[in-house]
């Protein structure tokens, strides 16, 4: 742990995450569709989700039920009576000048309230708390030619106005920017296993980051899209206020954009109090009672969400923890794990897959899981044709990018490619014998230091495409050496 004054101990974070409610047909207080995307702009819209005077919001009572489950799920305090407010702000992604939203002051009553989520980080166990969940109409999208600072002007979308909202917010809890993704990656995957929300669709969970460095004042970062971005973002922000701080200038409490583009904050304006916001309650809509058997019924309906899955995972397929905690940090990567056991190959051989390669690959073409059209049958078959000698892990490892890219049968690129394994000795000893010709000082070295065999047969891989049987090339290299040395020291 870092102790210096602008060390890790004195970085202070918040999040305020924004999850939409995607498991719903429609809107939060009209029957318009929720499913907005690629639709062509201003086409699922309402006078209720526009907010034309006269008009009335009615209150879809499914989106209550979701966030119940949210906030069961995150050990919430779950209050009697709920009720909305309006919170009155100018801006043109809101048409009405206030959105309908909770408040948990001046007499509100959010939906629920100091709940609780552990995070592993360097295998220590982290409690974040949950200052409140509440739910609220998504804005519309406000659509920018470049870069906000830059666009000559403003495209706004009101499809998505409207939309069921989820707002999470956390205790400045957080103390470095991998915090921050860590918690956001186990609430996605909470909100997965509910099945409430699918976090892979673009706009469903954006993140507002609170963050002060040496008790400083807040600096809050809008509309932050992704997991990676967000780390990013906090890292350009720490680093933006400790160069302030070392000049001897006052950091501003403000609100700053992330581009990510340029991959800078951006001022935007001077951050709002909530005194600016004048909430008063939303008239139109009656107080929601949450009655006991109301939330026994939801807890009856509950799935099996993260925490628990990780324990089954280590107990029923003898998985470490790690491994398990892993699997379960993403529902799709989870499913995909369990899938794979159950068409019959071992658990450690299929979560080594998943965890290094196949992530390392997601990783590389910046796609998500359920992006691809790799399933767990195609998983199997590469980890069968390597347990039946068809091919080395070598050129698994080499096909796999491409599985995951097409979707394509490992048998039948490895057939397309020539990329069989070569398990004869006859031809892998020919091969050698090419090799050591190709290489006599290499040779040499290996006939006097026995780590230089790795170099041969680096080379017999390079001269096979990684297709020769890397035990049986060891075996024939060093006997082929030996037959060498025999020859060299016998007169």
């Not at 995450?17 to 498991?23: E, F, I, K, P, V």
């Not at 000049?247 to 990510?260: A, F, L, M, N, P």
């Not at 096909?399 to 990329?419: D, N």
Request: net charge positive; aromatic share 6%; glycine share 6%.
């Amino acid at each position: 742990m870092k102790t210096d004054r602008f060390g890790i101990e004195s970085v202070k974070i918040g999040l305020e995450a924004h999850c939409q409610l995607t498991s719903l047909k429609t809107k939060l207080f009209c029957s318009c569709s929720a499913d907005y995307r690629g639709k062509k702009p201003n086409t699922l819209v309402c006078p209720v989700c526009l907010g034309i005077p006269g008009s009335l919001p009615v209150l879809n009572l499914r989106a209550v039920e979701l966030a119940l489950m949210v906030a069961l799920a995150l050990n919430c305090k779950i209050p009697n009576e709920t009720f909305f407010f309006r919170k009155n702000y100018y801006y043109p992604d809101m048409s009405k000048n206030f959105q309908i939203s909770q408040y948990d002051r001046a007499g509100g009553n959010p939906l629920s309230v100091d709940g609780s989520v552990y995070i592993r980080v360097d295998h220590k166990r982290k409690k974040i708390k949950i200052r409140r969940v509440h739910l609220e109409e998504d804005p519309a999208r406000l659509v920018y030619t470049g870069t906000i600072d830059a666009s000559p002007y403003t495209l706004i979308d009101y499809n998505r106005s409207g939309v069921a909202l989820l707002e999470i917010v956390t205790d400045p809890d957080l103390s470095s920017p991998r915090e921050a993704r860590i918690f956001l990656q186990k609430l996605r995957s909470i909100l997965e296993h509910l099945g409430v929300s699918n976090g892979g669709l673009e706009g469903a969970m954006r993140c507002d980051a609170n963050i002060s460095i040496i008790g400083g004042p807040r600096v809050e970062i809008k509309n932050i899209s992704s997991f990676k971005e967000v780390e990013r973002a906090l890292n350009f922000e720490i680093a933006r206020q400790k160069d302030l701080v070392s000049k001897g200038i006052s950091v501003k409490q403000e609100t700053r954009h992330w581009d990510e583009t340029r991959r800078v904050t951006i001022s935007l304006r001077i951050k709002e109090e909530e005194q600016d916001y004048r909430y008063f309650p939303e008239l139109d809509l009656i107080p929601i009672n949450i009655t006991k058997s109301w939330l026994e019924q939801l807890k009856s309906k509950m799935p099996e969400l993260p925490d628990a899955r990780r324990i089954r995972l280590t107990k029923e397929y003898g998985l470490p923890s790690y491994d398990a905690e892993v699997l379960t940090s993403d529902k799709s990567l989870a499913d995909f794990f369990e899938s794979c056991v159950k068409l019959g190959k071992a658990p450690k051989t299929v979560s080594n897959w998943l965890m290094t390669d196949v992530l390392r690959c997601l990783h590389n073409f910046n796609l998500e899981l359920t992006e691809t059209k790799f399933t767990p049958e195609q998983l199997v078959e590469m980890i069968t044709l390597i347990e039946d000698g068809v091919i080395s892990g070598k050129i698994a490892k080499m096909i796999l990018p491409e599985m995951i890219k097409t979707g394509e049968s490992p048998r039948l690129i490895v057939k397309e490619r020539g990329l069989v394994k070569i398990s004869g000795r006859e031809e892998l000893q020919l091969l050698i014998g090419q090799v050591c010709e190709e290489n006599p000082d290499a040779v040499k070295d290996a006939l006097k230091d026995e780590k230089a065999i790795h170099f041969l047969i680096g080379k017999l891989m390079q001269k096979t495409r990684g297709r020769a049987d890397p035990k049986l090339a060891d075996e024939l290299i060093r006997a082929h050496l030996a037959l060498l040395k025999s020859r060299v020291s016998t007169p």
